[in-house]
């Protein structure tokens, strides 16, 4: 499928419907920012960049006026201290940044597949802005290398694990709404995400509903999903789901989510007996 022209105002000049020309729209300041920096920031709110800050600007197209944000952006919880650490890292800016980058592609969708209906569009939208791929960005603009983590947490694989490096990427996008406005966070996650919502291929056909169509086509109920573990922090946990079906064997998968865990459950009893998945028409 083609993708409309429209799409350019979209990702080059952060224009959407409604609003003027080369007008900003304005994002409220955080007026806490200085206040839950780490604990080791400079009374006046700034920060010295490092050499990898200023090379993660250059490698995401902008560079911040307001350190703290993105020092706080980039920060683990792991790399803080004292009762402010939680505040001082990126969960906040994670929260926000999650919601800015849903609203952001979303519109680029809409005006990118004039022709897709609801459905397409969520699925297209459900496959864009899920973690893997948000660590996927991270790994393109080699996020990992600029993140500040505790000593324990870095010899641990911390820079490489997918979970940060998603968490981060979000909180990097709601650092940049918060210090240059929606038309800078909209410039940003055009550039970012750009080549991957131009592919014309349908996203894949969702592994539970094929699944549950596999299994009624032979006569089966519909599959049971049970919660098999929970592991990981409150903030961040991780669940391990098992896939039942009679005169089969269960199948597990993990995810950040109980819905995540049940569609990986779901694709890997789908790959072992090997069911294909396919693309839904565009």
């Known amino acids: 499928m083609a ?71 980039l920060s683990h919880i792991s790399a803080l201290k004292g009762a402010r650490n939680r505040a001082g890292s990126y969960q906040r800016l994670e929260f926000l940044g999650d919601h800015v980058l849903g609203l952001v592609i979303s519109d680029m969708l809409y005006r990118a597949f004039p022709k897709a209906d609801e459905g397409e569009l969520s699925r297209r939208l459900a496959d864009l802005v899920r973690k893997e791929t948000c660590a996927e960005i991270a790994r393109a603009i080699d996020l990992g290398a600029a993140i500040r983590l505790g000593s324990s947490e870095a010899n641990a694989g911390g820079r490489s694990r997918p979970a940060i490096l998603a968490d981060v990427c979000e909180a990097l996008i709601g650092a940049v709404y918060l210090d240059g406005g929606f038309v800078a966070a909209e410039a940003l996650v055009g550039r970012l995400w750009e080549t991957r919502l131009r592919s014309t291929a349908p996203p894949l056909r969702d592994p539970k509903t094929v699944l549950q169509e596999w299994a009624q086509a032979r006569g089966l109920p519909t599959p049971a999903y049970r919660e098999v573990a929970r592991s990981g922090p409150h903030h961040s946990p991780e669940f391990r789901v098992a896939v039942a079906l ?25 790959a072992r007996e090997g069911v294909k998945r396919d693309r839904r028409d565009g």
């Open 3 to 73: 993708v409309d022209r429209t799409l350019e105002p979209v990702v080059h000049t952060g224009a959407m419907s409604g609003r003027g020309k080369g007008k900003s729209v304005s994002a409220p300041q955080e007026p806490s920012a200085v206040e839950v920096a780490p604990d080791d920031a400079p009374k006046d709110g700034r920060r010295r960049r490092r050499p990898d800050d200023t090379s993660l600007e250059k490698r995401i197209g902008y560079r911040f006026k307001n350190n703290v944000l993105f020092d706080s952006a």
């Open 246 to 270: 009679p005169q089969l064997a269960p199948a597990e998968g993990s995810g950040r989510s109980k819905r995540a865990a049940e569609q990986a459950a779901a694709a890997a009893m789908m």
